[in-house]
């Protein structure tokens, strides 16, 4: 029997009440995202990014203030205080933990791990994280944790992970094998929390060898690894963790973790290969059954989703899933300024178009997914609404195109100028008549042109082929 089988009876119910429509788009966890582990959490990744863009210099003070709705002096206390004790004194902390985690019973094993969820103030207590932080932040205040107090947490750490594996041990030779996964799960979720990233990985490793785990477990564990992963900006790994979860579901796997999966995947082909086209398919697809939550909040999603699909979508498709899609209406005052870009892109309104691509910068920027493509992403939306003025036109005044555009002339004849000779544009500038020609390729010539080009090349190979034959 596999290691499912029991959690089964109790995912059912759940997964009909996801589907209810609600006003106010309140995403309610899925059967398997609700029992997913907080930690890592994937909004202290952003806050820590966005710190680090400021420190950097790559994010205003003025604009991060606009984004974040504080100071970015109180944020970096929030996170330093959030990955050390929490505001409380070291030894409290530790006691605190230290209850949390000692051996319990079955039954309240089970309330507990139905609240850690919830528990978004929680501090981590992780001596790893904050030294990576006063590193690369240049923390330095004097509330900041000593190294001594720090060598402490790391201690206190030992023993508590002395108790889980003790946990482990006990279930082994008391308890089933759904004790026996939950017992390697308190070890991975914790390491997750309070340790390194090579401790969560070998813990999570040692989850996924269990044997008789089911598909459904398995791309849990594979999930919450590739969570561990992204916080830590390891790309590579999170990219074979998912792979190890496509070949999984492959298997089997119910229709709630291939969404999640999907969500995954789509901001897995951000950050590792730039694959925008791939990542617009998935995004587009998951709108309306997004229940990710601990990946990312849902108005972030969307954002995730405009901006990748803009370059990818039709106009028709555009109106049908962005403009008027009842999901996105429902956050679109959370995210005005992708909302005011798809808007104006669509309503061929040029001069609000570009404005609102200066206020989107900063949020690309702010964003760790979006920030690595920030400058192809303004380039190709550029090309994007050029392109689209330009196919209204077989030719058209460099003055007029600048008005539209609310640009000078100049500015205007530099942008078309690299994009032409980078063969992003079909066209070509008159530069004494001041006129912009489109030179729109026939389509079907082209294709034509292609295949007896392919031709050529076959025959040539082939003829190659003969020679040597006859030899």
């Given at each position: 029997?596999?290691?499912?089988?029991?959690?089964?009876?109790?995912?059912?119910?759940?997964?009909?009440?996801?589907?209810?429509?609600?006003?106010?788009?309140?995403?309610?966890?899925?059967?398997?995202?609700?029992?997913?582990?907080?930690?890592?959490?994937?909004?202290?990744?952003?806050?820590?990014?966005?710190?680090?863009?400021?420190?950097?210099?790559?994010?205003?003070?003025?604009?991060?203030?606009?984004?974040?709705?504080?100071?970015?002096?109180?944020?970096?206390?929030?996170?330093m205080t959030r990955v050390g004790t929490g505001g409380k004194s070291l030894e409290e902390a530790m006691k605190e933990n230290e209850v949390k985690y000692k051996p319990k019973g079955e039954g309240e094993k089970a309330s507990e791990e139905k609240t850690?969820?919830?528990?978004?103030?929680?501090?981590?207590?992780?001596?790893?994280?904050?030294?990576?932080?006063?590193?690369?932040?240049?923390?330095?205040?004097?509330?900041?944790?000593?190294?001594?107090?720090?060598?402490?947490?790391?201690?206190?750490?030992?023993?508590?992970?002395?108790?889980?594996?003790?946990?482990?041990?006990?279930?082994?030779?008391?308890?089933?094998?759904?004790?026996?996964?939950?017992?390697?799960?308190?070890?991975?979720?914790?390491?997750?929390?309070?340790?390194?990233?090579?401790?969560?990985?070998?813990?999570?490793?040692?989850?996924?060898?269990?044997?008789?785990?089911?598909?459904?477990?398995?791309?849990?564990?594979?999930?919450?690894?590739?969570?561990?992963?992204?916080?830590?900006?390891?790309?590579?790994?999170?990219?074979?963790?998912?792979?190890?979860?496509?070949?999984?579901?492959?298997?089997?796997?119910?229709?709630?973790?291939?969404?999640?999966?999907?969500?995954?995947?789509?901001?897995?082909?951000?950050?590792?290969?730039r694959d925008m086209e791939a990542a617009s398919k998935l995004l587009v697809e998951g709108i309306a059954t997004f229940s990710c939550m601990e990946l990312c909040s849902y108005p972030e999603f969307i954002t995730y989703a405009i901006v990748t699909s803009?370059?990818?979508?039709?106009?028709?498709?555009?109106?049908?899933?962005?403009?008027?899609?009842?999901?996105?209406?429902?956050?679109?005052?959370?995210?005005?300024?992708?909302?005011?870009?798809?808007?104006?892109?669509?309503?061929?309104?040029?001069?609000?178009?570009?404005?609102?691509?200066?206020?989107?910068?900063?949020?690309?920027?702010?964003?760790?997914?979006?920030?690595?493509?920030?400058?192809?992403?303004?380039?190709?939306?550029?090309?994007?609404?050029?392109?689209?003025?330009?196919?209204?036109?077989?030719?058209?005044?460099?003055?007029?195109?600048?008005?539209?555009?609310?640009?000078?002339?100049?500015?205007?004849?530099?942008?078309?100028?690299?994009?032409?000779?980078?063969?992003?544009?079909?066209?070509?500038?008159?530069?004494?008549?001041?006129?912009?020609?489109?030179?729109?390729?026939?389509?079907?010539?082209?294709?034509?042109?292609?295949?007896?080009?392919?031709?050529?090349?076959?025959?040539?190979?082939?003829?190659?082929?003969?020679?040597?034959?006859?030899?």
């Amino acid at each position: 029997m596999d290691i499912d089988e029991n959690d089964k009876a109790k995912e059912e119910p759940t997964k009909k009440t996801t589907t209810t429509a609600t006003k106010p788009k309140k995403i309610n966890p899925s059967a398997s995202s609700e029992t997913a582990s907080f930690h890592p959490d994937m909004s202290l990744a952003q806050d820590i990014h966005r710190l680090t863009m400021i420190h950097n210099g790559k994010l205003s003070l003025e604009d991060a203030t606009a984004i974040i709705g504080c100071k970015p002096e109180e944020l970096l206390e929030k996170v330093m205080t959030r990955v050390g004790t929490g505001g409380k004194s070291l030894e409290e902390a530790m006691k605190e933990n230290e209850v949390k985690y000692k051996p319990k019973g079955e039954g309240e094993k089970a309330s507990e791990e139905k609240t850690e969820t919830k528990k978004e103030d929680e501090p981590l207590l992780n001596a790893a994280l904050y030294r990576h932080l006063q590193t690369i932040l240049s923390y330095s205040s004097a509330n900041a944790l000593t190294e001594d107090n720090l060598n402490t947490l790391s201690s206190h750490h030992e023993t508590i992970l002395k108790s889980l594996n003790d946990a482990v041990t006990q279930a082994k030779e008391e308890a089933g094998d759904m004790e026996v996964l939950h017992a390697y799960m308190d070890i991975a979720r914790y390491s997750a929390k309070s340790s390194t990233k090579e401790s969560a990985v070998e813990a999570y490793a040692a989850v996924l060898a269990l044997p008789k785990l089911s598909v459904g477990k398995k791309l849990d564990a594979h999930l919450e690894l590739a969570r561990v992963c992204s916080f830590w900006n390891d790309y590579k790994k999170m990219k074979e963790t998912l792979d190890g979860a496509q070949k999984a579901i492959a298997n089997g796997g119910d229709w709630d973790r291939r969404n999640r999966l999907k969500v995954y995947q789509a901001l897995s082909f951000l950050l590792t290969a730039r694959d925008m086209e791939a990542a617009s398919k998935l995004l587009v697809e998951g709108i309306a059954t997004f229940s990710c939550m601990e990946l990312c909040s849902y108005p972030e999603f969307i954002t995730y989703a405009i901006v990748t699909s803009l370059l990818y979508l039709k106009r028709t498709e555009l109106k049908k899933k962005i403009i008027d899609g009842s999901e996105v209406l429902q956050v679109a005052k959370e995210i005005p300024v992708v909302i005011q870009l798809a808007n104006t892109l669509y309503d061929c309104d040029y001069k609000a178009y570009l404005h609102t691509l200066v206020d989107l910068q900063p949020h690309l920027i702010a964003n760790r997914y979006l920030q690595p493509h920030a400058g192809y992403v303004l380039r190709e939306l550029h090309v994007l609404a050029f392109q689209q003025f330009l196919d209204s036109y077989q030719s058209v005044t460099l003055e007029s195109m600048a008005k539209s555009f609310g640009v000078g002339t100049e500015f205007l004849d530099v942008q078309l100028s690299r994009f032409i000779a980078a063969g992003r544009l079909s066209a070509k500038i008159d530069k004494y008549g001041g006129v912009v020609e489109t030179n729109r390729p026939d389509e079907k010539n082209a294709r034509y042109q292609e295949m007896i080009q392919k031709g050529d090349l076959l025959l040539n190979r082939i003829q190659k082929l003969g020679r040597v034959v006859d030899l």
